[in-house]
């Protein structure tokens, strides 16, 4: 109880957050044209800027004014400021039902991206970094809670498996936000995927890249808000959902088997082989 009225309390904060607030507000939406798209910046990227600059974790001189403590009770305010994005998409969910019956089978087959980061960065953490079993808990999944929760229980997060999903987690949160904000309007603005299958892409199970992807998506294409945040936030649902047994059943045994290939590949030959 002592320890949340300190959070409360936090003066500085709560004054940093809305003077971060204002700044960025009054900055906006800028688009810049790219050739193929544009890059829309949306203000939770010079938010996520600002509050790098004032971090005396990142900048020693901020420490002036944001102390250690600050910091720290920071971490649990996230869950806090994105309950309302969340609950927003429960409102939302309801009235736009029959489009999420309409696109089930892609919202169910889409899952199946939650793979693809086996495909994509597994062999370059092993072939290219040298990565030993980090890598396992790196690129099972996109090492996000229930991904850490299921690397914790099989290894303990103090094995190297649990060092590697939790490197990946760190960095997911410090970058993670404004890479989807950044993506999604390229992909948005190009025409090369439909708005709708973007949508569904922003549900990875991460409620901070989820808004900062339904943001972007939403900014480039206001007519379809609504549809947007309810295919996002069925699809994040969807993700928590079977994520979890994705990741137990069939992402980490595929990752150990790669892991004990490419093992078995990287053995030196013994004599007379």
């Known amino acids: 109880m002592h320890r949340t009225m300190e959070v ?4 500085r904060l709560h004054i940093s957050v ?7 507000e009054m900055i906006g939406v800028i688009a810049i044209p790219i050739g193929i798209g544009s890059i829309l910046l949306l203000p939770l990227l010079y938010a996520f800027i600002l509050g790098l600059v004032i971090n005396p974790n990142v900048i020693k001189g901020a420490g002036v004014w944001i102390k250690d403590a600050d910091v720290r009770a920071a971490s649990p305010l996230i869950v806090i400021a994105i309950m309302p994005f969340i609950a927003k998409f429960g409102t939302i969910i309801g009235p736009s039902m029959q489009q999420i019956i309409d ?8 899952e199946l991206g939650n793979l693809g980061t086996i495909v994509l960065a597994f062999p370059i953490a092993i072939i290219v970094l ?5 890598s396992i808990g790196a690129c099972f999944s996109v090492a996000r809670e229930p991904n850490i929760a299921i690397i ?3 290894y303990g997060l103090k094995s190297d498996e649990g060092t590697g999903v939790m490197g990946v987690y760190v960095i997911g ?15 948005a603005t190009t025409g090369i995927f439909s708005v709708e299958a973007l949508a569904m892409a922003c549900g990875i199970g991460s409620g901070s890249m989820m808004a900062a ?3 972007a998506l939403a900014s480039a294409v206001p007519t379809m808000e609504e549809q947007i945040l309810a295919l996002a936030g069925a ?23 790669l892991y004990d290939w490419f093992g078995r590949k990287d053995q030196p030959l013994k004599a007379g082989e």
């Open 8 to 11: 409360v309390l936090d003066w």
């Open 18 to 24: 809305l003077i971060i607030t204002i700044i960025c």
């Open 103 to 110: 696109a089930g089978p892609a919202l169910i087959l889409q």
């Open 130 to 134: 040298r990565m030993g079993r980090e």
């Open 152 to 154: 914790a229980d099989k």
């Open 173 to 187: 949160t410090l970058f993670g936000t404004f890479i989807f904000a950044i993506l999604a309007s390229i992909f």
């Open 213 to 215: 992807c339904t943001g």
């Open 235 to 257: 699809s994040n649902v969807l993700t928590y959902a079977t994520g979890i047994y994705m990741g137990v059943f069939v992402a980490l045994p595929i990752t150990e088997k």
